[in-house]
C-alpha cells in the first residue's frame, strides 16, 4: 500500500535560518508527489509538485523540494525561514485505488522563532 | 474569484444526530473531493466525484457516511447516527481537471464536535 512518512512530527528554526522538512513515500511506481501548507485556520495550500519533470520542484515562497527516487523521499527545503512560514506542512502522494485519491502524511508543524 | 466554501464552519451535534456538511466547490471545477482530518493528524480521503459522478468512496468509514454531488457543482456529505469518533474537520477541495494530478483547492473545512 501507498504510505508517506514525514520524519519530523515538529520543527523549530530561527528566522533566517535553513529549512529542512523531510518526507520519504513507499511506492511501487514513479508517482506524483506535492507539498501542501496548513495555516492555523486557513485552508490547505499547494506549495509545490512533481510531475515526472525535473528532479529540483520550485514552489511558492521560495520553498523548493528534490526528489530523489533512489531515496524515495522528496525533502523540502528553504534557504531563508521567516516568520509567516510558520504553520503545518504535509507531503502528499496519490493513493493506489484508481490513482485518483490523495495520501497525506501525517504532518511536520515548522515553528519559526524570532 | 470566490475559492471553495463550506458550511457550516462549525457544528456540534449530538451523539445519534444526523448532520449534512456543504461544499461549493470553485465553478467550472470538476473533481470533488471530501478528506477527514482528525486532530493532529493529517486529512484522510473519504471520497472523490468527477463532475456528478462518485468514482471512489473507498475512504467512507462506514455506511453512516453518504456523499453526493446531484448536479455536478455542490456536495453534500452526510453523516447518520453520528458517533464520538466522527469529530473531526471535514474538508472539501475541488480541481479543475480530472483525477489527482492537478492542483486540489481546499475549503476552510467543517469542525464537527460529537457530544
Known amino acids: 500500500a501507498q504510505s508517506v512518512t514525514q520524519l519530523d512530527s515538529h520543527v523549530s528554526v530561527s528566522e533566517g535560518t535553513p529549512v529542512l522538512l523531510r518526507c520519504n513515500y513507499s511506492s511501487s511506481y514513479s508517482p506524483s508527489l506535492f507539498w501542501y501548507v496548513q495555516h492555523p485556520n486557513k485552508g490547505l495550500q499547494l506549495l509545490l509538485k512533481y510531475t515526472s519533470a525535473a528532479t529540483l520542484v520550485k514552489g511558492i515562497n521560495g520553498f523548493e523540494a528534490e526528489f530523489k527516487k533512489s531515496e524515495t523521499s522528496f525533502h523540502l527545503t528553504k534557504p531563508s525561514a521567516h516568520m509567516s512560514d510558520a504553520a503545518e506542512y504535509f507531503c502528499v502522494a496519490p493513493g493506489i485505488r484508481y490513482g485518483q485519491n490523495f495520501v497525506f502524511g501525517p504532518g511536520t508543524r515548522l515553528s519559526v522563532l524570532p | 474569484g470566490a475559492g471553495v466554501s463550506q458550511s457550516p464552519r462549525y457544528k456540534v451535534a449530538k451523539r445519534g444526530q444526523d448532520v449534512a456538511l456543504r461544499c461549493d466547490p470553485i465553478?467550472?471545477?470538476?473533481?470533488l473531493f471530501w478528506y477527514q482530518q482528525a486532530l493532529g493528524q493529517g486529512p484522510e480521503f473519504l471520497t472523490y466525484?468527477?463532475?456528478?459522478?462518485?468514482?471512489?468512496k473507498s475512504g467512507l468509514p462506514s455506511d453512516r457516511f453518504f456523499a453526493e454531488r446531484p448536479e455536478g457543482s455542490v456536495s453534500t456529505l452526510k453523516i447518520q447516527r453520528t458517533q464520538q469518533e466522527d469529530s473531526a474537520v471535514y474538508l472539501c477541495?475541488?480541481?479543475?481537471?480530472?483525477?489527482?494530478?492537478?492542483?486540489?483547492?481546499f475549503g476552510p473545512g467543517t469542525r464537527l464536535t460529537v457530544t
Open positions: 477541495a475541488s480541481s479543475l481537471g480530472q483525477g489527482i494530478i492537478n492542483e486540489q483547492y
Open positions: 465553478s467550472g471545477h470538476v473533481s
Open positions: 466525484f468527477q463532475n456528478e459522478a462518485q468514482l471512489d
